[in-house]
């Protein structure tokens, strides 16, 4: 949907998105000047390190986990773990990147940062290893483009988007198969609660997640599989989404963009608001996220809605505003295009509210049109589920309705027990015959919707959006650390020196060297 119903001032929205670049600009030189242990496990990934110390007296430890730790304890991180790295496999004449890991964990083997030729050859290995896995990543998405070609894609819009959350991988398959025979377009599998606060990523296929399963390299594969051979009998492509977000950002990111995801979460300042990781390392990590994101072709999606469950939806609708601003501006540099930016927002105005559906309209069509060619992703009601689930089920009706009004891109299936239970397989099936009743029923009916040009609808999206330009001008002067520290968005304070994971930022060296951030900067695969 790109027509343009709110009359919006264009001079205004291009404003608005000149003080968001403004106010990301410090930022993104801060993450340009940083690296973090997550970083570079990212970076060892594409390399090729697999697998887990299993010997560990506190269980399995990822092999990076241990190389990036030694690594940092014998020399330092300021230049980057492949050069010591490197050095290291052909010092010791190692085969392998897991047999130097083995010899690692062993205490065998003393990192040191090599010199003159010793560098070059070095260098030369690691950007060879890099290679390869950025070859894969490129194998991926060539993959996804050659079966969404073959099988189809779905034919309506906007995309219905369904959560699993078992906490045992094969039972999740079972659950997404069947929500893709309902009518389900992407599957999103929920991690294990606090995954996002774990510094490494678990290995392998879990079978005891809580509220969720955990996000591994093992579990992405077995449930891509699983969904290529499900969208085969439905006869469109199913897309498979999962989170990077949290400590492990960028190393989920990669391992995504190996085992062909085609949606994550990615959010630039969920980490930050609501899981209490420090803001340096999130913006680092983010930012390496997306362009690893990018180069998969992987659609975003971006938190906002989850500020208004911890805010006023009426009074913070400008925050989520100036939030996809500076998400848009931040993905555009990590060279993320608007096809692939899935901007968030939600349905969660108070529906006592005199007007309520009629002010989600507004905010729906306001993100529609001053983003029209973001695949916008519309997440249902949740704070004002009450645990009647017939007033939840007419309060996702309604949500469903405003997303076919307003051209939304990617719908969240809402669920009537929301905050009650974990929803029962009938629930979900309920949740969806809702969706598909909306979309048969008023499908179309964004053809007739004109609201009145000086009516409630284009009033309220006018404000919102001069409201957004206002807050932008306060960021761009106080900075945008400062905004978060003094609790702008969802009303958390984050100071820039706490939260967790602060200990993993380092100041990178002038001869820092990361061979895949200057490949997926340039597009070059070896």
């Given at each position: 949907m790109t027509r343009a119903l709110l009359g919006l001032d264009q001079g205004t929205v291009a404003r608005a998105r000149?003080?968001?670049?403004?106010?990301?600009?410090?930022?993104?030189?801060l993450a340009k000047a940083h690296t973090t242990v997550a970083v570079e496990r990212a970076t060892l990934r594409l390399a090729g390190i697999t697998g887990a110390d299993s010997t560990h007296r506190a269980g399995d430890v990822p092999w990076v986990n241990r190389v990036v730790d030694t690594?940092?304890?014998?020399?330092?991180?300021?230049?980057?773990?492949?050069?010591p790295v490197f050095h290291a496999l052909r010092e010791h004449d190692l085969g392998t990147l897991t047999e130097l890991a083995e010899a690692t964990a062993a205490g065998q083997v003393r990192f040191a940062l090599p010199e003159g030729k010793d560098r070059d050859r070095a260098a030369k290995a690691a950007r060879s290893a890099v290679g390869k896995g950025m070859r894969q990543v490129d194998r991926s998405r060539a993959q996804r483009a050659k079966l969404v070609e073959k099988i189809g894609d779905p034919q309506q819009r906007p995309w219905i988007y369904l959560i699993v959350a078992t906490g045992d991988i094969d039972e999740d398959v079972v659950q997404a198969c069947n929500a893709a025979r309902a009518g389900a377009d992407i599957i999103a599998v929920i991690r294990s609660t606090g995954q996002s606060l774990l510094d490494y990523v678990p290995e392998g296929a879990t079978h005891r997640g809580f509220a969720g399963t955990y996000a591994t390299q093992e579990n992405f594969r077995i449930m891509r599989a699983a969904l290529d051979e499900v969208s085969k009998e439905v006869g469109r492509y199913i897309r498979?989404?999962?989170?990077?977000?949290?400590?492990?950002?960028?190393?989920?990111?990669?391992?995504?963009?190996?085992?062909?995801?085609?949606m994550m979460l990615n959010d630039c300042?969920?980490?930050?608001?609501?899981?209490?990781?420090?803001?340096?390392?999130t913006f680092v990590d983010q930012r390496f996220s997306r362009q690893?994101?990018?180069?998969?072709?992987?659609?975003?999606?971006?938190?906002?809605?989850?500020?208004l469950t911890t805010d006023d939806a009426v009074d913070a609708a400008h925050t989520v505003t100036v939030s996809q601003l500076l998400n848009e501006r931040f993905a555009h540099e990590a060279g993320l295009p608007d096809e692939l930016?899935?901007?968030g927002h939600a349905f969660e105005i108070n529906p006592d509210l005199p007007d309520s559906f009629r002010m989600e309209l507004a905010h729906a069509l306001?993100?529609?049109?001053?983003?029209?060619?973001?695949?916008?992703k519309w997440m249902p009601p949740t704070k004002h589920m009450t645990g009647d689930v017939f007033r939840g089920h007419l309060l996702d009706g309604f949500f469903n309705l405003a997303g076919v009004l307003t051209g939304q891109s990617i719908l969240l299936v809402g669920m009537m027990t929301e905050a009650v239970v974990t929803p029962f397989l009938s629930d979900r099936d309920l949740a969806v015959a809702n969706v598909r009743y909306v979309l048969n029923a008023a499908g179309n009916l964004a053809e007739d919707f004109r609201p009145a040009p000086d009516g409630f609808i284009v009033k309220r999206a006018h404000l919102v959006l001069d409201e957004a330009v206002g807050l932008l001008e306060r960021i761009g002067r106080d900075g945008l650390l400062k905004a978060i520290a003094e609790g702008t968005f969802g009303l958390m304070k984050?100071?820039?020196?706490?939260?967790?994971?602060?200990d993993g930022v380092v100041v990178k060296a002038e001869e820092y060297y990361n061979p895949a951030i200057e490949m997926l900067e340039t597009g070059a695969t070896k």
């Open positions: 000149e003080l968001a670049a403004a106010a990301a600009a410090p930022v993104i030189e690594v940092r304890d014998h020399c330092g991180l300021e230049q980057g773990s492949l050069l498979l989404t999962n989170y990077a977000s949290g400590l492990c950002m960028p190393e989920i990111a990669v391992l995504g963009g190996l085992e062909r995801l085609d300042m969920y980490g930050i608001l609501f899981r209490d990781i420090n803001p340096i390392r690893v994101h990018a180069r998969a072709g992987i659609i975003i999606n971006t938190g906002e809605d989850n500020y930016l899935g901007l306001l993100a529609r049109e001053v983003f029209p060619d973001a695949p916008l984050r100071p820039p020196e706490g939260g967790k994971g602060a």
